[in-house]
């Protein structure tokens, strides 16, 4: 994507595109970000002052996926601006909330290639209860809920823009919160299907990740009701093909490339949409010996055979074939979209890049 002029210039460098160097320029807004509350940590506590490098620490790396979409939404109205790329950022912090806590849910031991924050911090304090470091992190994400909605409303955008995608902002963080409700209902829902699972999704990946960013870029910068319902579409539709590839890697991707292992929501017994998936197209055979293994923790020698029995429905052929009819449904909206060119094509090559990743 272009470089964005320190004084926040409409002038645009070079074409619409999502990069190396747009993902260090979210990286450093955040950490000036986080630096700016270390002083304010420290001068209240200073033994709390180590929750700001364990925060610089965590969002290193990453996808940057929903401060992407949200800047893209800000553009299809808007030219560049460092403000404008200061509020996409904050959305990390959101999503940096999202996954401690939904690490300490899951009893995650890896993300990213490097153990979870939890249990970071559990090694930092050795010796304190064992749950020290769940709880911690559990601190840690309120903290970065709390730092998500100030980075928004300090970027430098002026009142009325924030007033605008106030109502996108507030659907997005509720819209996550019921989504990982159901994530943990369906977990302990032995019937829970298909639809069950698509609606998690929905909730708790396809609209934080893709459409509640892209639309609130879009309110920032002043785009209308029709913009709104166009990039619903695609979001939507792109949302739900992430977390579809997010399941499947779960069950066939490579733990190293992935940086976590595969097979955890197996052995928790989520009801992925792969999971459902199989658990519908099953034959009675396929059925009994999935109900029998899904959630067995203790028997890890059962994930091969797990795997074995899920692949064997055809759940996987079939969901891939989803993600190709969402990947269509998204193009079409695109389309219909009144939008530039240039963003619609950086659209188009995100669309491509979230269905078809390996990590």
């Given amino acids: 994507m272009s470089n964005v002029a320190a004084s926040g210039s409409a002038e645009r460098l070079r074409p619409v595109r999502v990069d190396d160097a747009f993902r260090e320029q979210v990286h450093r807004a955040i950490v000036t970000f986080l630096a700016e509350r270390e002083g304010e940590l420290r001068a209240a506590a200073p033994d709390a002052a180590e929750l700001i490098e364990l925060a610089v620490d965590f969002v290193q790396g990453g996808k940057k996926l929903r401060s992407t979409f949200a ?34 849910m899951d009893r995650s031991t890896t993300r990213r ?105 879009a309110r920032l910068a002043g785009g209308d009701d029709q913009l709104h319902r166009d990039l619903a579409a695609y979001g939507d539709a792109i949302g739900q093909a992430i977390q579809i590839r997010d399941d499947i890697l779960g069950v066939t991707g490579d733990p190293v490339v992935m940086g976590k292992p595969t097979g955890d929501d197996l052995r928790a017994g989520k009801r992925t949409t792969v999971v459902a998936t199989a658990l519908e197209l099953a034959d009675p055979v396929q059925e009994r010996t999935l109900r029998t293994m899904l959630g067995d923790r203790a028997a890890a020698q059962h994930s091969a055979a797990l795997v074995d029995a899920l692949l064997e429905t055809g759940a996987i052929e079939h969901l891939e074939q989803v993600i190709s009819e969402q990947l269509t449904r998204a193009e079409a909206s695109l389309q219909a979209a009144d939008i530039t060119p240039e963003v619609a094509t950086e659209l188009r090559r995100m669309a491509r890049r979230c269905a078809d990743r390996v990590s």
């Fill in 71 to 104: 800047y893209l939404g800000w553009l299809t109205r808007r030219p560049d601006s460092l403000p404008a790329l200061r509020a996409a950022a904050s959305l990390e912090l959101l999503h940096a909330f999202a996954l401690m806590q939904d690490d300490v």
């Fill in 113 to 217: 290639g490097r153990p979870c924050l939890h249990e970071t911090v559990q090694h930092r304090h050795h010796g304190i209860d064992q749950r020290f470091g769940e709880s911690a992190a559990t601190v840690l994400g309120d903290l970065c809920l709390i730092w998500s909605e100030q980075m928004l409303r300090t970027s430098g955008l002026d009142e009325a823009a924030l007033r605008r995608a106030n109502d996108c902002y507030d659907a997005m963080r509720q819209e996550l919160a019921v989504g990982q409700y159901l994530d943990l209902l369906y977990t302990h829902r032995e019937n829970a299907t298909r639809t069950d699972a698509l609606r998690t999704a929905l909730l708790k990946s396809a609209r934080y990740t893709v459409t509640r960013p892209l639309q609130l870029g």
